[in-house]
């Protein structure tokens, strides 16, 4: 069995959050956001706690913990990730970093698909800097006209 990253006890404060992020970071990640919920579920009988990661390049991680500090639960960018070493934190670890390596690119496109929706609350002022834009060049226009017809008198 590897060296433990952090342990259940740990889950509360700071402590998994930077141990995270100096895994993370070690690994070729960057770790922007560790969310901890201090509350303990359960789920058949097993207690855990989630663990939300978000990564710069917009990947997001959600880790549940058992009480022993095993990671019995993997959600990769929104989709359940099977791991195969859930008994051992550090090539758990491995494992979805070497995951996320493999679908960066994936990820990435599909990200650069989607089509940021603005909300209704929001106003957009380009059409009122375009129609102002358009009335200077009018006049613009006007006074270089106006200018040549006084040059050739």
């Known amino acids: ?7 259940f006890e740990d889950l509360c404060g700071d402590v998994a959050q930077q141990s995270l992020s100096k895994y993370f970071q070690g690994a070729g990640e960057q770790l922007v ?3 901890v919920d201090p509350q303990i579920r359960t789920s058949s009988d097993i207690a855990y706690k989630t663990v939300d990661l978000a990564f710069a390049d917009g990947q997001r991680l959600t880790l549940l913990v058992k009480e022993s500090g095993d990671i019995f639960s993997v959600l990769l960018n929104g989709k359940a990730f099977p791991l195969v070493s859930q008994d051992d934190q550090e ?3 491995s494992e979805l970093v070497k995951a996320m390596d493999d679908g960066r690119e994936a990820f990435q496109a599909a990200l650069a698909k989607t ?3 603005v909300p209704a609350t929001i106003r957009m002022s380009a059409p009122k800097v375009e129609a102002t834009l358009q009335a200077r060049l009018m006049y613009l226009n006007e006074a270089i006209a106006a200018t040549k017809a006084k040059l050739e008198e």
């Not at 069995?1 to 342990?7: C, D, P, R, V």
């Open 1 to 7: 069995m590897g060296a433990l990253i952090f342990n």
């Open 33 to 35: 956001q560790a969310t």
């Open 91 to 93: 090539a758990a670890m």
């Open 115 to 117: 089509e940021a929706i």
